[in-house]
């Protein structure tokens, strides 16, 4: 295990460094959450006068909504990540080292798990800075944090998966392109569940997405339910940890085919 999070550091260190080599991709990973908070807020910024919303400021509403959009969108591309290292070899080389072959999968999340990290902290800021209110805190806030990083592990361990298997940019982007809209739509990212058509709702049930939005609103709130954030962190883990697993076997695959 020490060997496994020692080699885990080192590779996501050489990830980061090439991460940090891309400024333009660096910023346009923080101007795109600001584009959506902009756009979406005022967009709909009074469907919270529509009857049943529940009224309140529409902006302390979309934070969560744009968070776990970012999250979902953002970590869909790291199978281009594991395709560019197959089509450079750089795979290849890594599996005649000693490294431990979990670091490299690991490493690959944990780029995206930081870099959401730091996406997450700017739309924080940035709904601060335009008069967002965060009655739940820090705690509120907090959970917030680790849902989004819960289900950015979840779309990123599926893009590693399609990356390895389909081997084609084209496939990643078609599944990206199909499942971002849809996802956050049928969710309550931008619109409250109780406006919903009823099957709209009842897919929402089953949607991560939502999951994730559940546990931060509910925490975010001034009066938080416990076994409401709880019960939906407790699915997102379920489902990230079920995705690891997958990804892991797929490389495992990948690494015999070799």
């Not at 080599?21 to 910023?27: I, R, W």
């Not at 000693?98 to 944990?110: F, Y």
């Not at 990290?117 to 907090?142: N, W």
């Not at 592990?153 to 971002?180: C, D, K, P, W």
Request: without cysteine; positive net charge.
């Amino acid at each position: 295990m020490t060997t496994l999070l020692t080699h885990t550091y080192w590779m996501t260190n050489r990830r980061l460094k090439v991460l940090i080599k891309q400024p333009a991709f660096v910023v346009i990973m923080l101007v795109q959450p600001a584009i959506w908070l902009f756009l979406f807020g005022n967009l709909f910024r009074r469907v919270v006068e529509l009857p049943g919303f529940g009224g309140g400021d529409y902006l302390d509403y979309i934070v969560p909504g744009v968070v776990a959009m970012t999250a979902v969108s953002s970590s869909m591309w790291s199978g281009m990540g594991v395709l560019e290292e197959i089509e450079r070899g750089t795979m290849n080389r890594l599996l005649t080292t000693p490294v431990a072959r979990g670091a490299i999968m690991n490493a690959l999340v944990m780029e995206q798990v930081l870099s959401l990290t730091v996406q997450v902290a700017a739309v924080i800021l940035l709904g601060l800075a335009a008069g967002a209110s965060y009655p739940g805190g820090v705690a509120g806030l907090l959970v917030l944090l680790i849902a989004a990083l819960l289900l950015g592990t979840v779309f990123s361990a599926l893009s590693n998966t399609v990356g390895m298997l389909a081997r084609q940019r084209e496939t990643i982007i078609g599944i990206n392109t199909m499942l971002l809209l849809p996802l956050t739509f049928l969710s309550s990212a931008f619109m409250a569940s109780s406006l919903m058509p009823s099957w709209m709702r009842t897919i929402a049930d089953w949607n991560p997405v939502n999951w994730a939005l559940d546990a931060a609103r509910t925490a975010m709130s001034a009066s938080p339910d416990w076994g409401v954030v709880l019960s939906r962190g407790a699915w997102l883990l379920g489902l990230a940890v079920v995705m690891l697993v997958l990804s892991t076997r797929t490389f495992r695959a990948y690494q015999k085919s070799v």
